[in-house]
């Protein structure tokens, strides 16, 4: 089978790499847009053998921090994927998580009726996320959800057929994580907040800065308004990590504050305690190391993260390493032939 992966987040595609190297069966031809081509490329030197093409818009339209800008971008996606689609002819498009640029691929895919494989669908959180999620639920036909609870999830919506409890890829990868920010940590604090607009970034930024606490600043992702995160970052932002470096960042630090999926998926298996921020992470499950606060209330919860032992996790997206290893039995496995278009 050859898959088509458009994917515009390094994180989602940092997530499916064991799914993508181990596979001996599938051909992968992968398509690079959106946050990808925004920020310099780090830690996917891996992914060159299967780029097919890089789908850019202009680069005016990449440096505006708009609303209309955001969707003459996407837009742009639909166009060059259904190119990609004539003329490689894969058997099937993957996409992944709930970003606006997977909708916009699999609108293409939709009507050169192509069969599309969605990964970590039956998510429930904040903010747009929730209905593009949603929207790319209804147009996909080969489900790989992380848990049961996302499989019920998905039945709510409508959905009963090739549905698959895999695990979550975004913990693959692990094992891999270095010991020596464990044994050495450089930072106290890894702060990575996204657009929210019931998030005061202004005033949580401020409070980690009134700790003068070993902080790690990353850039937010590219949703509407991130500039405004920007300017207020200290100069040591960086934009981006390869993706073990920031896991292992993670682990070595006290607490991870913001709205990043990462505090809800990854900390809590890295022994790190999250502080959550805003409602871009409303209704996903929660472990106990999770901290749902407000910028008045970070010092505080900072001061207890430093003190406290975090609790261990109860694996509610799954057991890490298993995702994988599950997804390339059932893709390599799966007869398109029996997978039914009309839906």
């Given amino acids: 089978m050859h898959i088509l992966f458009v994917s515009g987040k390094s994180g989602g595609l940092s997530a499916m790499r064991q799914t993508i190297e181990g596979s001996q069966r599938l051909q992968w031809s992968i398509?690079?847009?959106?946050?990808?081509?925004?920020?310099?490329?780090?830690?996917?030197?891996?992914?060159?053998?299967?780029?097919?093409?890089?789908?850019?818009?202009?680069?005016?339209?990449?440096?505006?921090?708009?609303?209309?800008?955001?969707?003459?971008?996407?837009?742009?996606?639909?166009?060059?994927t259904a190119g990609l689609i004539a003329d490689l002819e894969p058997d099937a498009l993957m996409v992944y998580g709930d970003r606006p640029e997977s909708l916009a691929a699999a609108l293409a895919a939709t009507v050169h009726e192509l069969p599309i494989i969605h990964v970590q669908g039956g998510d429930i959180t904040g903010r747009v996320d929730n209905r593009i999620?949603?929207?790319?639920?209804?147009?996909?036909?080969?489900?790989?959800?992380?848990?049961?609870?996302?499989?019920?999830?998905?039945?709510?919506?409508?959905?009963t057929q090739h549905i698959y409890e895999v695990g979550d890829h975004h913990l693959d990868e692990l094992e891999k994580v270095s010991t020596k920010f464990a044994q050495n940590p450089q930072w106290?604090?890894?702060?990575?907040?996204?657009?929210d607009d019931g998030v005061d970034h202004e005033a949580a930024i401020a409070a980690v800065q009134a700790l003068d606490l070993p902080t790690l600043w990353i850039y937010p992702c590219n949703d509407p308004g991130y500039q405004e995160i920007l300017d207020c970052l200290p100069p040591s932002a960086v934009p981006s990590l390869p993706r073990i470096d920031y896991l292992s960042a993670v682990a070595g630090s006290r607490c991870l504050i913001g709205n990043s999926s990462a505090g809800l998926i990854e900390a809590p298996q890295l022994g790190t305690w999250t502080l959550n921020l805003g409602s871009r992470q409303r209704g996903r499950p929660r472990e106990r190391s999770v901290i749902d606060t407000t910028p008045g209330e970070l010092v505080h919860q900072i001061e207890a993260a430093r003190s406290a032992p975090c609790p261990p996790p109860k694996n509610l997206y799954g057991k890490p390493g298993t995702a994988w290893r599950k997804t390339l039995e059932i893709l390599e496995n799966l007869d398109l032939n029996k997978v039914e278009m009309i839906k």
């Fill in 133 to 159: 999620r949603a929207a790319l639920t209804k147009l996909s036909h080969i489900h790989l959800v992380a848990t049961q609870w996302h499989a019920m999830n998905l039945a709510k919506l409508g959905e």
């Fill in 188 to 195: 106290d604090i890894v702060f990575h907040l996204h657009p």
């Fill in 31 to 80: 398509a690079l847009v959106d946050q990808h081509l925004q920020r310099p490329a780090v830690g996917i030197d891996w992914v060159e053998p299967y780029v097919c093409d890089v789908l850019s818009p202009s680069e005016e339209i990449m440096r505006t921090d708009s609303s209309l800008a955001r969707m003459v971008q996407v837009s742009s996606v639909t166009t060059q």
